[in-house]
């Protein structure tokens, strides 16, 4: 099938490297960022570079030779500047191992999957399930005080202003528009919840690794603990850091679909959860699920056509919800699927488009970047 994604989603590839010695390991994540806008433990040519996870006590002097030798340089492409990061790794320490992975670039999803509910019933598999407001339900069920929004247009803000405006929920921007258009919105049904401290929270935590400001502003937003303290463990704090951890380790066994956000549009909960067997995670989202579908009778029918799938991002960025026999360990051999993609210009496109190449195929883990299966 045609990459149908706006070009900013196909052209930027993001770079990890895993640097190993002995027994001490740690992976560099390189993205773009010429702005020197996102958090990073080092911004370098051009890049942001972010330990994901802890840095090993081990690895300490490795990585200050690696930031002296990355410091002065030019702006230059991903991969010469991985290349450059594993000739300096090499020379500093020869008997380090190296290795480089080009990662697959994720998609930005807009704001207004969001801004509204399902005109119609959507109890059929493919009814139109979008937008979807599970943070309004969530605000309004009492299970947060904030609601967060991001947006990156002028268009989108005034959309969602309009939308929560509707529900009762005043609106107000925290901080400047950034670069990229990105801005951010909390909205509380008391404008008096919307508190200076909550206010200084989200601006610290956009400025850096702010453990505290992150904390309290993931409990008014309603995030359970667990997954709170699960975030703050994983290095960068961002989608390639959280997706690297769900990519670690063995297998898990088939999850709820109630813990879906690998794909980030069928997502109830506006938290990563810490595991996908998260118990505090699925009874919010089982509770979510309930007021939608008490909102949109049979919307919780279509979601699951969806959700209890195989999700994966594949190493073009592209999320994918599969069924089939088997499973990602063996062979997992595909009888429908289904891919997720933004629309351009940060606008509600159509979402889920039918991916006929991928019936048929047998996949392992091995075969994608990232995977979950939710059919349990």
Known sequence: ??????????????????????DATVVL??????????????????????????????????????????TALPPTSTTALAAQVATIA??????????????????????????????RPSGRPGARLWPF?????????????????????????????????AAKVPLVRVGPVEPDGRRVLLGALDPGAITADLTAAELAVRRG???????????????PSCCIEAFLDTGGHDDHALIARL?????????????????????????????????PTRALAA??????????????????????????LDHRGRGLALTGTGDLARGLTITDAVAFV???????????????EAVGRTITRADVAAAADHRG
């Open 247 to 279: 990519a670690a380790g063995p297998m898990p066994p088939p999850a709820s679909p109630l813990t879906v956000w690998l794909n980030q549009p069928l997502a109830l909960v506006s938290h990563v959860p810490c595991t996908l067997a998260c118990a």
């Open 29 to 70: 994540a390189l993205d773009e960022d010429a702005a020197a806008t996102r958090r990073a433990w080092l911004h370098a040519a051009g890049h942001a570079v972010v330990h994901v996870g802890p840095l090993p006590p081990a690895l300490e002097p490795l990585a200050r030779a690696i930031a002296r030798g990355l």
């Open 1 to 22: 099938m045609p990459d149908a994604r706006p070009a900013r989603y196909r052209d930027a590839v993001p770079a990890r490297i895993e640097l190993g010695l002995d």
């Open 133 to 165: 407001d599970p943070e309004l339900i969530g605000l309004l069920g009492g299970h947060r005080t904030l609601v967060k929004r991001e947006c990156f247009s002028d268009a989108a803000e005034a959309d969602d202003r309009a939308w929560l405006a």
């Open 342 to 356: 933004p629309a351009p210009d940060d606008a509600l496109g159509e979402v889920v488009v039918a991916a006929p």
């Open 90 to 119: 090499r020379g500093h320490a020869p008997a380090v191992r190296v290795a480089i992975v080009l990662a697959a670039a994720l998609p930005r999803w807009s704001s207004r999957l969001r801004t509204g509910m399902p005109p």
């Open 287 to 312: 509770a979510l699920l309930a007021d939608l579908d008490r909102a949109v009778p049979g919307f919780a029918d279509g979601w699951r056509a969806l959700a209890a799938r195989v999700h994966v």
């Open 209 to 223: 690794h702010d453990l505290g400001a992150a904390r309290t502003l993931g409990r008014a937003l309603g995030y």
